[in-house]
């Protein structure tokens, strides 16, 4: 056995006795016994090997800088966090004003406000919370959702699973528009050494209803963490789901996510992917088209500098006819970081009159920057509108020459046109001081370009 298979071997083994153990000892999860949930994602992951730059998925990605950092799960004082720093910045606090806040994955609730007499009023029958307190109407669903758990595959979403304490719960039941977003921030918090943190979120939205979330992750300290966060989305027959989904960490932190979204006939699925943040970054993406009639929009944003490396990867799957998708993935990359995007669209023979269009525009600030796109269709089904397209481009000489014939700088006229570039995809969020936020921090040094 060579060393560098061994030290893959010994980082899982590690971290999934470690991560087993913190999760045996929690036991039950409120009304729900998570151990064969937990056993079989441990199961698996015997079997299991740490993906390589040989493995077709990660090709372009190389995880070994990980393997070098020992995680640990400290313990945290959360009174000392100052959460002011971690605040969406919003017009007025109606804007967003339900928050809760998760420490290394666990529920913190005074950081977290969601019913208060100081905020308009939630729906009495929406539970936003975690797993541990779910009200017993809910309950049945969720417990079929547990049931169903499978590690996928992956061995991220194993390792989640087989250390699985608690979740985020939103719950929104039958016909209930929540039109309120809510605010899912989860922040890794590092103590002296290296930590892991493994959160963990579940939304339903059931038939009828609508509810828009914003799920952020963020971070405290400056040794290496690595966060490896797991989010489900069930989005019921003729259900609307709006989700943001916001990656700001540190760049002292590994991120890998995973987002599994199933819907159901005549729904609508919309998802703002941003991701800024991280060493090395992963987002895995994937929706299940389960009815016909299913409306799907993805719109994602990529923003990597310095030596960053950002790579999202999504597929869609169309099972029925009649079903829409809508993706548009924009990289704006400089110094030498690297983006990569891998966009599949599976469209089987069952899935006849799918329409699906899929783009990918890059924006290269520097010669050393890199990017591997790849759209990607499957089409079976013979009658269909499909379509994809990649894009990698520069800063145009003469539109910087314009806007400095106009008296700009050099510094604001390349900020002009990188914030126009993003613009497309920010333009989109539900929460306009949230976009204005996002669309300062491509503004980067010019060191970093």
Same mark, same amino acid.
């Given at each position: 056995?060579?060393?560098?298979v061994?030290?893959?071997e010994?980082?899982l083994?590690?971290? =999934?006795?470690?991560?087993?153990k913190?999760a045996k000892a929690? @036991?039950?999860?409120?009304?729900?016994?998570?151990?064969?949930?937990?056993?079989a994602?441990?199961?698996? =992951?015997?079997?299991?090997?740490?993906?390589?730059?040989?493995?077709?998925?990660?090709? *372009?990605t190389?995880?070994?800088?990980l393997?070098?950092?020992?995680?640990?799960?400290p313990?945290i004082?959360e009174?000392?966090?100052?959460?002011?720093? *971690?605040?969406?910045?919003?017009?007025?606090?109606?804007?967003?004003?339900?928050?809760?806040?998760?420490?290394?994955?666990? *529920?913190?609730?005074?950081? %977290?406000?969601?019913r208060?007499?100081n905020?308009?009023?939630?729906?009495?029958?929406?539970? #936003?919370?975690?797993?541990?307190?779910?009200?017993?109407?809910?309950?049945?669903?969720i417990n079929?959702?547990?049931?169903?758990?499978k590690?996928?595959? +992956?061995v991220f979403?194993?390792?989640?699973?087989?250390?699985?304490?608690d979740?985020?719960?939103?719950?929104v039941?039958?016909?209930?528009?929540v039109?309120?977003?809510?605010?899912?921030l989860?922040?890794?918090v590092s @103590?002296?050494?290296p930590?892991?943190?493994?959160?963990h979120?579940?939304?339903?939205?059931?038939r009828g209803?609508k509810?828009?979330?914003?799920e952020d992750?963020?971070?405290i300290?400056?040794v290496?963490?690595?966060?490896?966060?797991?989010t $489900?989305?069930f989005? @019921?027959?003729n259900?609307?789901v709006?989700?943001?989904?916001?990656?700001r960490?540190?760049?002292?932190?590994?991120?890998v996510?995973k987002s599994?979204?199933?819907q %159901?006939?005549?729904?609508?699925? #919309?998802?703002?992917?941003?991701?800024?943040? @991280?060493?090395? /970054?992963?987002?895995?993406?994937?929706?299940?088209q !389960?009815? $016909?009639g299913t409306?799907?929009?993805l719109?994602?944003?990529?923003?990597?500098?310095?030596e960053?490396?950002?790579?999202?990867?999504s597929?869609?799957?169309f099972?029925?006819p009649?079903?829409?998708s809508?993706?548009l993935h924009?990289?704006?990359?400089?110094?030498?970081a690297?983006a990569?995007f891998?966009?599949?669209?599976?469209?089987?023979?069952?899935?006849?009159?799918?329409?699906?269009?899929?783009? /990918?525009?890059?924006?290269?600030l520097?010669?050393?920057? !890199?990017?591997?796109?790849?759209?990607?269709?499957e089409?079976?089904?013979?009658?269909?509108?499909? %379509?994809?397209?990649?894009?990698?481009?520069q800063?145009?000489?003469?539109?910087?020459?314009y806007?400095?014939?106009r008296?700009?700088?050099l510094?604001? /006229?390349r900020?002009?046109?990188?914030?126009?570039?993003?613009a497309?995809?920010l +333009?989109k969020l539900?929460?306009l001081?949230?976009?204005?936020m996002? %669309?300062?921090?491509?503004?980067v040094?010019?060191?970093?370009?």
């Amino acid at each position: 056995m060579s060393i560098q298979v061994a030290t893959k071997e010994m980082f899982l083994t590690d971290l =999934l006795d470690r991560c087993g153990k913190l999760a045996k000892a929690n @036991g039950k999860v409120g009304a729900f016994d998570l151990q064969n949930v937990r056993d079989a994602a441990a199961s698996w =992951l015997q079997d299991a090997s740490f993906p390589t730059v040989r493995d077709e998925e990660w090709r *372009f990605t190389d995880l070994s800088p990980l393997l070098q950092v020992r995680l640990n799960l400290p313990e945290i004082d959360e009174s000392k966090i100052q959460l002011a720093d *971690f605040i969406l910045p919003v017009k007025s606090p109606d804007e967003l004003p339900y928050r809760l806040v998760f420490v290394n994955g666990i *529920f913190a609730p005074h950081l %977290s406000t969601v019913r208060s007499a100081n905020l308009p009023s939630l729906p009495i029958e929406l539970y #936003a919370g975690t797993l541990s307190d779910v009200p017993e109407a809910y309950r049945a669903r969720i417990n079929e959702i547990l049931s169903q758990q499978k590690p996928q595959n +992956d061995v991220f979403v194993a390792l989640n699973f087989a250390g699985l304490t608690d979740a985020a719960v939103v719950f929104v039941p039958a016909n209930l528009p929540v039109e309120m977003p809510i605010h899912l921030l989860f922040l890794t918090v590092s @103590g002296a050494s290296p930590t892991i943190a493994q959160p963990h979120c579940l939304i339903v939205a059931e038939r009828g209803s609508k509810v828009t979330l914003i799920e952020d992750y963020a971070t405290i300290g400056k040794v290496p963490a690595f966060t490896n966060a797991v989010t $489900e989305v069930f989005v @019921g027959e003729n259900a609307e789901v709006n989700h943001v989904r916001l990656q700001r960490e540190s760049w002292d932190v590994f991120h890998v996510g995973k987002s599994s979204i199933e819907q %159901s006939r005549n729904s609508r699925y #919309a998802c703002h992917s941003i991701s800024m943040g @991280g060493k090395i /970054s992963r987002h895995n993406l994937d929706v299940v088209q !389960r009815g $016909e009639g299913t409306e799907t929009t993805l719109n994602g944003l990529t923003s990597a500098f310095g030596e960053q490396l950002a790579d999202t990867h999504s597929s869609i799957g169309f099972n029925h006819p009649h079903g829409t998708s809508r993706q548009l993935h924009k990289c704006i990359i400089g110094n030498k970081a690297r983006a990569v995007f891998n966009g599949k669209v599976f469209v089987p023979k069952a899935a006849q009159l799918t329409d699906a269009g899929q783009l /990918s525009r890059n924006l290269l600030l520097s010669p050393r920057a !890199r990017v591997d796109t790849k759209p990607q269709l499957e089409i079976v089904a013979d009658n269909v509108k499909c %379509s994809h397209g990649a894009t990698v481009s520069q800063l145009e000489d003469d539109e910087l020459f314009y806007l400095q014939s106009r008296g700009l700088d050099l510094e604001t /006229s390349r900020y002009l046109l990188i914030d126009a570039f993003a613009a497309e995809i920010l +333009d989109k969020l539900p929460v306009l001081g949230v976009a204005k936020m996002l %669309s300062t921090c491509v503004a980067v040094p010019e060191s970093l370009v």
